[in-house]
């Protein structure tokens, strides 16, 4: 499988090593405040070679709960939304921009998503996947900095060398709002033929 140059120089084994011990390191994170109050860490989870990883906000009760990320409604939705495109969530990688649950699940503060973006940084290097997309506006302003998810949803952008990202809502606003699960829903439909470009 092609890698790109960040992980290209690791073996498959020393990639997946890597991954892991990534993972250790979050599950003991005190970089941030959240760390006080979260029940489990959410690392994310999936494939570790996968052409798609789902980047969303952070964990829900749910998540902090079971150490799962998108394991409630959201999560459902945004399975059956996943398998829409004749894909399974075993298939594609599943993290956040904060690992830990902000209490009464407020939005993640600047310091809190600056503390934690390191990490997806490294999830994405060593995952290396195709495709990264955002599910709403905290981790879409990563890859599309000052632009409003309503009005640059669907959209991609080439954020390295074979690899781009697609804006979504967030599968939370997508049940809230009927128009945005449409959205949704027809912005997944440009992930088969995103892949099949790249
Ligand atoms: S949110 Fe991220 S930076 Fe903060 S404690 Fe959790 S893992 Fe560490």
Redesign the pocket.
């Known amino acids: 499988m092609d890698r790109t140059p960040e992980s290209a120089h690791l073996s498959n084994e020393d990639r997946i090593q890597a991954i892991l011990r990534l993972e250790s390191d979050?599950r003991s994170?005190?970089?941030?405040r959240?760390?006080e109050t979260?029940t489990h860490?959410v690392p994310g989870e999936g494939d570790f070679s996968p052409q798609i990883v789902f980047v969303g906000e952070g964990p829900g009760a749910e998540e902090d709960r079971l150490g799962r990320p998108f394991v409630g409604r959201s999560g459902r939705f945004l399975d059956g939304m996943i398998e829409s495109v004749g894909l399974r969530r075993e298939d594609v990688f599943i993290t956040s921009v904060?690992?830990?649950r902000p209490p009464d699940n407020r939005d993640p503060r600047p310091d809190?998503l600056a503390?934690?973006w390191p990490?997806l940084d490294r999830q994405i290097e060593l995952l290396a996947p195709s495709v990264v997309v955002t599910l709403g506006r905290f981790s879409m302003q990563r890859w599309f900095p000052g632009e409003r998810i309503t009005r640059i949803h669907g959209q991609t952008k080439q954020i390295s060398p074979g690899r781009m990202a697609l804006a979504m809502f967030h599968p939370a606003a997508a049940l809230r709002n009927p128009r945005w699960r449409d959205a949704f829903a027809a912005d997944m439909q440009k992930l088969p033929g995103l892949l099949e470009q790249l």
């Open positions: 979050i994170c005190t970089r941030c959240l760390c979260r860490t904060v690992k830990c809190e503390a934690c990490y």
